[in-house]
């Protein structure tokens, strides 16, 4: 597994690392919980026969500036400009779990700014039926599995590289933490539903049969309620961030779609 | 010395099996286990605890805010102080405080606090903390990564409510308000009531206190030897920043129960102490640290804390040790003072001297202790204790005390007589 070039763009001032791997067509990818603190075996099947572009996403790894954004508006406006620096307007994005929150609204907000969305199990929703399970309050012992299907692939995911910096590591693992409640405390529920109407892009749907933070059932709520060609498919045996229990099958399924 | 009566009300009918059968005293404790017939017997029998405190002559009587909290059931400490303005005469009434950030708009916490300065004559410490995780994020859902900013803004808010005579606008990051004028306005008007930040032991905190002028009060369960680190701390910033080491810049609780010997108070104390270190702190650690409820620079210094104690073999007070439940290692490890009365002259004597502590906040009722083991334990601390202990820190004043109307300009509150309802 090759490391990816390593650019940053400005955002508020503040800079937001991107990664780049891969050739032909572009593809941008919106990390999920915990985001990107390192670079993951399911970009490299897209890098395969893609231009992969993975902005951090204000106060993920590699990224600040989550401090100045108070508002929805805030966040939606901050995206927006990273996926513009980072040249992805217009092209393909898939965004998971907070990071498809986002990716949802470009293509809501900014119809011509997405081309083909396909999103993993997306914040933004939530029913009073089956309530989403609460990311910021588990004990250490319980958040893995809660993560991934695998918890051992969450565990992974935030353990400190070799020569990581001991201090410097945990606070940006809470940092990326921080982040995401900071857009999306305390239910993950942005009424994001009420604008899913405005989603014209083609769009794939990906849930992980054993998530075990948003429930499989809010993946008919997104595909009912895009307006564009939506299609659903459960990838099995993968938790929330399904792309971290199943890069090879998630991987799979995205290219597809793409095309 | 100031001595101040703390009460955080506690449900004292908690079944023994609590912490087997639940999971948190905190945010997510179980609603079956609430009587309200029986917590009207208990809000009035530490409503009489108070005013007993008040009538011996205690300096201040205290009140907190917590929400879907087992062991203390203020959601409201305002209602409380209110019924305190009217049932007592010169004690100061110290709010411990409001959350700030949980009032929209934050004018209602001046406006409230207001209303008691002016019911009680003056007599109001506004205490503004930031709140628990529990209280704040959890229990009332407040995001952690907006909690410290917001509320800053609100405090900024509500002192220049009380300040500031002439109708403004608020143009907040957070709060926008076209007309603050706030009606009633505290009798503490020069410049305002004192104010008091309970607080951990960030430098933050102890910084911004400093520059504003506020006591720093650190309400720890776990007494005074665990607290001694966080009070130097402290004195040490205060040393840095130039200012004096006055004992009334700072507060500090201590749990305290006295009898004729030791043993007659190990024999008292020991159920209300073990129910209160068992039971009531039975709090779920998923609900400790939302993420960005504690800053980076605070994270940073706890992590570099942390390794230097990893280091440090003698290092006594680590958390780990903060989990004593039994009575032996609750008062080994200083949470509660026992004793005779000269036993706990000679320990708060102590405490105060090695903390620097002018303003002593005491719990003399804890956990399931019942009405008459508190008043008898409030009754000989304030006439056995408090005598040999109030010359301390003579030599300083304490500027930050509340100073009320003059007695005889105060209104005379008619004593309550409850035969003329109990004759209709």
């Given at each position: 597994?090759?490391?990816?070039v390593?650019?940053?763009?400005?955002?508020?001032?503040?800079?937001?690392?991107?990664?780049?791997?891969?050739?032909?067509?572009?593809?941008?990818?919106?990390?999920?919980?915990?985001?990107?603190?390192?670079?993951?075996?399911?970009?490299d099947?897209?890098?395969?026969?893609?231009?992969?572009?993975?902005?951090?996403?204000?106060?993920?790894?590699?990224?600040?500036?989550?401090?100045?954004?108070?508002t929805?508006?805030?966040?939606?406006?901050?995206?927006?400009?990273?996926?513009?620096k980072?040249?992805?307007?217009?092209?393909?994005?898939?965004?998971?779990?907070?990071?498809?929150?986002?990716?949802?609204?470009?293509?809501?907000?900014?119809?011509?700014?997405?081309?083909?969305?396909?999103?993993?199990a997306?914040?933004g929703?939530?029913?009073d039926?089956?309530?989403?399970?609460?990311?910021?309050a588990?004990?250490?012992?319980?958040?893995?599995?809660?993560?991934?299907?695998?918890?051992?692939?969450?565990?992974?995911?935030?353990?400190?590289?070799?020569?990581?910096?001991?201090?410097?590591?945990?606070?940006?693992?809470?940092?990326?933490?921080?982040?995401?409640a900071?857009?999306?405390?305390?239910?993950?529920?942005?009424?994001?539903?009420?604008?899913?109407?405005?989603?014209?892009?083609?769009?794939?749907?990906?849930?992980?049969?054993?998530?075990?933070?948003?429930?499989?059932?809010?993946?008919?709520?997104f595909?009912?309620?895009?307006?564009?060609?939506?299609?659903?498919?459960?990838?099995?045996?993968?938790?929330?961030?399904?792309?971290?229990?199943?890069?090879?099958?998630?991987?799979?399924?995205?290219?597809?779609?793409?095309? | 010395?100031?001595?101040?009566?703390?009460?955080?009300?506690?449900?004292?009918?908690?079944?023994?099996?609590f912490?087997?059968?639940?999971?948190?005293?905190?945010?997510?404790?179980?609603?079956?286990?609430?009587?309200?017939?029986?917590?009207?017997?208990?809000?009035?029998?530490?409503?009489?605890?108070?005013?007993?405190?008040?009538?011996?002559?205690?300096?201040?009587?205290?009140?907190?805010?917590?929400h879907?909290?087992?062991?203390?059931?203020?959601?409201?400490?305002?209602?409380?102080?209110?019924?305190?303005?009217?049932?007592?005469?010169?004690?100061?009434?110290?709010?411990?405080?409001?959350?700030?950030?949980l009032?929209?708009?934050?004018?209602?916490?001046?406006?409230?606090?207001?209303?008691?300065?002016?019911?009680?004559?003056?007599?109001?410490i506004?205490?503004?903390?930031?709140?628990?995780?529990?209280?704040?994020?959890y229990?009332?859902?407040?995001n952690?990564?907006?909690?410290?900013?917001?509320?800053?803004?609100?405090?900024?808010?509500?002192?220049?409510?009380?300040?500031?005579?002439?109708?403004?606008?608020?143009?907040?990051?957070?709060?926008?308000?076209?007309?603050?004028?706030?009606?009633?306005?505290?009798?503490?008007?020069?410049p305002?009531?004192?104010?008091?930040?309970?607080?951990?032991?960030?430098?933050?905190?102890?910084?911004?206190?400093?520059?504003?002028?506020?006591?720093?009060c650190?309400?720890?369960?776990?007494g005074?030897?665990?607290?001694?680190?966080?009070?130097?701390?402290?004195?040490?910033?205060?040393?840095?920043?130039?200012?004096?080491?006055?004992?009334y810049?700072?507060?500090?609780l201590?749990?305290?129960?006295?009898?004729?010997?030791?043993?007659?108070?190990?024999?008292?104390?020991?159920?209300?102490?073990?129910?209160?270190?068992?039971r009531?702190?039975h709090?779920?650690?998923?609900f400790?640290?939302?993420?960005?409820?504690?800053?980076?620079a605070?994270?940073?210094?706890?992590?570099?804390?942390?390794?230097?104690?990893?280091?440090?073999?003698?290092?006594?007070?680590?958390?780990?040790?903060?989990?004593?439940?039994?009575?032996?290692?609750?008062?080994?490890g200083?949470?509660v003072?026992?004793g005779?009365?000269?036993?706990?002259?000679?320990?708060?004597?102590?405490?105060?001297?090695?903390?620097?502590?002018?303003?002593?906040?005491l719990?003399?009722?804890?956990?399931?202790?019942?009405?008459?083991?508190?008043?008898?334990?409030?009754?000989?601390?304030?006439?056995?204790?408090?005598?040999?202990?109030?010359?301390?820190?003579?030599?300083?004043?304490?500027?930050?005390?509340?100073?009320?109307?003059?007695?005889g300009q105060?209104?005379?509150?008619?004593?309550f007589?409850?035969?003329?309802?109990?004759?209709?």
């Amino acid at each position: 597994m090759s490391e990816p070039v390593t650019t940053t763009v400005d955002v508020n001032g503040f800079a937001c690392r991107v990664w780049t791997k891969g050739s032909g067509p572009k593809l941008g990818f919106l990390a999920g919980l915990g985001g990107l603190p390192r670079w993951l075996p399911f970009l490299d099947r897209l890098a395969e026969t893609r231009t992969v572009i993975a902005p951090s996403l204000p106060g993920y790894p590699g990224a600040t500036g989550h401090t100045e954004l108070d508002t929805h508006l805030d966040w939606v406006l901050a995206v927006r400009q990273l996926i513009d620096k980072a040249g992805l307007a217009g092209a393909d994005l898939v965004g998971a779990s907070v990071g498809g929150a986002f990716a949802a609204e470009m293509a809501a907000i900014f119809p011509g700014h997405v081309r083909r969305l396909a999103l993993i199990a997306p914040f933004g929703l939530f029913d009073d039926e089956e309530p989403a399970a609460d990311p910021w309050a588990q004990r250490k012992e319980v958040l893995p599995g809660l993560m991934c299907a695998d918890g051992e692939k969450w565990t992974a995911l935030v353990s400190p590289p070799e020569g990581a910096n001991s201090i410097e590591w945990p606070i940006e693992m809470t940092r990326a933490s921080e982040a995401a409640a900071r857009a999306f405390w305390p239910l993950g529920n942005t009424g994001l539903q009420k604008r899913l109407g405005l989603i014209a892009s083609p769009t794939l749907i990906l849930w992980g049969d054993r998530d075990a933070l948003l429930p499989p059932s809010y993946a008919r709520k997104f595909a009912t309620g895009i307006n564009g060609a939506s299609r659903l498919e459960i990838i099995a045996d993968a938790g929330h961030l399904a792309y971290l229990d199943q890069p090879d099958t998630v991987a799979r399924a995205v290219l597809r779609h793409l095309g | 010395m100031k001595l101040m009566w703390f009460h955080l009300m506690p449900y004292t009918e908690l079944p023994e099996d609590f912490n087997k059968k639940h999971p948190s005293v905190w945010v997510d404790i179980h609603s079956s286990l609430f009587d309200p017939r029986r917590a009207h017997h208990m809000y009035n029998d530490f409503m009489d605890e108070l005013e007993y405190a008040a009538e011996l002559g205690y300096d201040a009587v205290c009140v907190n805010e917590h929400h879907s909290n087992g062991y203390g059931l203020m959601p409201s400490p305002n209602l409380i102080a209110s019924s305190l303005a009217r049932r007592t005469t010169d004690t100061a009434l110290c709010v411990m405080g409001n959350s700030l950030a949980l009032y929209n708009p934050p004018t209602r916490v001046a406006e409230e606090f207001a209303m008691i300065d002016c019911i009680s004559g003056g007599r109001l410490i506004a205490g503004f903390p930031v709140g628990s995780p529990m209280d704040t994020c959890y229990a009332y859902g407040q995001n952690p990564s907006l909690l410290r900013e917001r509320y800053l803004e609100a405090h900024d808010l509500v002192k220049k409510a009380w300040t500031e005579k002439e109708t403004f606008a608020f143009n907040g990051r957070y709060n926008q308000q076209r007309y603050v004028n706030i009606w009633p306005r505290p009798i503490q008007n020069d410049p305002h009531p004192p104010i008091w930040i309970p607080g951990g032991g960030s430098i933050e905190t102890w910084r911004w206190c400093a520059e504003m002028d506020y006591v720093y009060c650190y309400l720890s369960y776990y007494g005074y030897k665990a607290g001694l680190a966080t009070m130097q701390g402290f004195w040490n910033e205060m040393e840095k920043l130039g200012k004096d080491r006055n004992p009334y810049r700072a507060g500090f609780l201590q749990f305290v129960g006295v009898a004729e010997s030791r043993q007659q108070a190990l024999d008292l104390y020991t159920e209300p102490a073990e129910y209160f270190y068992g039971r009531c702190l039975h709090v779920d650690a998923r609900f400790a640290t939302p993420p960005g409820y504690v800053t980076e620079a605070t994270q940073r210094s706890g992590i570099q804390g942390m390794m230097q104690k990893a280091a440090n073999v003698a290092s006594p007070a680590t958390k780990a040790a903060l989990k004593a439940t039994n009575m032996k290692d609750i008062v080994d490890g200083g949470y509660v003072l026992i004793g005779s009365p000269d036993e706990v002259v000679e320990q708060i004597r102590h405490v105060a001297k090695s903390l620097n502590v002018g303003h002593l906040m005491l719990l003399l009722q804890y956990g399931n202790m019942s009405k008459d083991t508190t008043k008898y334990n409030t009754r000989l601390f304030a006439e056995k204790v408090m005598p040999k202990v109030k010359d301390l820190f003579g030599e300083w004043e304490d500027k930050w005390w509340p100073k009320p109307m003059a007695k005889g300009q105060r209104a005379a509150v008619p004593a309550f007589r409850p035969q003329l309802s109990a004759a209709e």
